[in-house]
């Protein structure tokens, strides 16, 4: 055990999340310490904190990460002291059948940092040398700290078969949405368009590329949709929400031999309709499901493009979508702010100094 101490913020119990003092962790051959300098609070984080969704107590949350390397264990080559990284959560097993074909996200055996071990909520973690992903130092902590959310993005794409020149809709205007439609863009898209509730959310999918955006609220939106493609539909469908609305959405928005692809997760049932859920055969559509963004070499292509489109700046971050920053020893005071629904309309993030 270390007898050096760092600071971190521990959630011992259901809604006590407390800056404290514990034992710093100790780099072991393989592996990295990283002092974090930024690290998001994720959708997943908030109800361990103010519901009883943690694995366990007690336990530092936080795995949307950025800092920098500040030693390396014996056999680390990949990165050097003084490197700027980004964290890759996912720990696999490395032994089962899904991570034996490098298919990663699926391991039903995995860890995962900052829920079923220490995470980022402090001044420094450890991590093996794979996790670590080095990107341009010319990108700020903050934005890196949206890394893992553009490489869900992106995991939906490939995982898409995304090929550019059709037309792209996105349903659901949120950070991963954004990316999303960036990624697109990028990628070749003829037009991209953004469907969402909020019109907040649509002008920064407009500030960021999108070529048009539709309020889903107006009751013309699926005709006003659709004459986007002079009513053909459109190729290419990610949906981003994890709602039934927009899930079902997608089947009539689709043109015929369109790619359906489901990156946000449902947390209630969702149901079709027959006549709906025939257009899957009648238009012959291809439907497929995304999960995280971890492929071989692990953690995968999907983190080193990220990190390619972000050093070029084809890739951006609207300063919107930072919605507040707090200091890592206010963590409970940046919790407080999701006791109100809807109250967050961005990310927040805790900084170490």
């Known amino acids: 055990m270390s007898?050096?101490?760092?600071?971190?913020?521990?959630?011992?119990?259901?809604?006590?999340?407390?800056?404290?003092?514990?034992?710093?962790?100790?780099?072991?051959?393989?592996?990295?310490?990283?002092?974090?300098?930024?690290?998001?609070?994720?959708?997943?984080?908030?109800?361990?904190?103010?519901?009883?969704?943690?694995?366990?107590?007690?336990?530092?949350?936080?795995?949307?990460?950025?800092?920098d390397v500040v030693e390396v264990g014996e056999g680390v080559s990949s990165v050097r002291a003084g490197d700027t990284v980004a964290g890759a959560a996912l720990l696999p097993c490395m032994k089962c059948e899904d991570c034996a074909r490098g298919d990663y996200g699926l391991c039903k055996n995995y860890?995962?940092?900052?829920?079923?071990?220490?995470?980022?909520?402090?001044?420094?973690?450890?991590?093996?040398?794979?996790?670590?992903?080095?990107?341009?130092?010319?990108?700020?902590?903050?934005?890196?700290?949206?890394?893992?959310?553009?490489?869900?993005?992106?995991?939906?794409?490939?995982?898409?078969?995304?090929?550019?020149?059709?037309?792209?809709?996105?349903?659901g205007g949120g950070t991963i949405g954004v990316f999303t439609a960036q990624l697109c863009r990028i990628f070749g898209a003829s037009k991209v368009v953004v469907l969402d509730i909020d019109d907040d959310r649509l002008a920064m999918a407009e500030r960021m590329g999108a070529d048009a955006t539709v309020n889903t609220t107006d009751p013309d939106f699926m005709e006003k949709a659709l004459a986007l493609t002079d009513g053909r539909g459109f190729d290419w469908l990610f949906e981003v929400a994890g709602q039934p609305a927009t899930m079902q959405m997608a089947f009539s928005l689709a043109a015929s031999k369109a790619t359906v692809c489901f990156i946000g997760f449902p947390h209630v049932p969702v149901t079709f309709e027959p006549r709906?859920?025939?257009?899957?055969?009648?238009?012959?559509?291809?439907?497929?499901?995304?999960?995280?963004?971890?492929?071989?070499?692990?953690?995968?292509?999907?983190?080193?493009?990220?990190?390619?489109?972000?050093?070029?700046?084809?890739?951006?971050?609207?300063?919107?979508?930072?919605?507040?920053?707090?200091?890592?020893?206010?963590?409970s005071a940046a919790f407080d702010l999701f006791r109100q629904p809807g109250a967050v309309k961005g990310k927040v993030i805790l900084e170490n100094e």
């Not at 959708?43 to 336990?59: C, K, M, N, Q």
């Not at 450890?126 to 996790?131: D, F």
């Open 111 to 171: 860890s995962f940092l900052g829920s079923r071990k220490n995470g980022a909520f402090s001044d420094y973690v450890v991590l093996p040398q794979e996790n670590v992903v080095k990107y341009d130092p010319s990108v700020p902590y903050t934005t890196a700290v949206l890394f893992e959310p553009c490489t869900v993005a992106m995991h939906g794409l490939r995982k898409a078969g995304y090929t550019g020149g059709g037309t792209t809709v996105i349903l």
């Open 276 to 331: 709906l859920w025939e257009s899957l055969n009648l238009k012959e559509l291809t439907l497929v499901g995304s999960r995280m963004s971890y492929n071989a070499p692990f953690p995968g292509p999907d983190w080193t493009l990220v990190a390619h489109y972000l050093a070029t700046g084809q890739l951006k971050i609207d300063p919107s979508m930072i919605f507040k920053r707090y200091p890592m020893k206010e963590a």
């Open 3 to 67: 007898t050096k101490q760092m600071r971190a913020a521990v959630l011992y119990a259901r809604e006590r999340l407390v800056y404290d003092e514990i034992p710093e962790p100790v780099t072991g051959p393989g592996e990295v310490k990283v002092h974090v300098r930024a690290c998001g609070i994720c959708g997943s984080d908030v109800p361990r904190v103010l519901e009883d969704a943690a694995f366990f107590y007690p336990i530092v949350l936080g795995h949307e990460f950025a800092g």
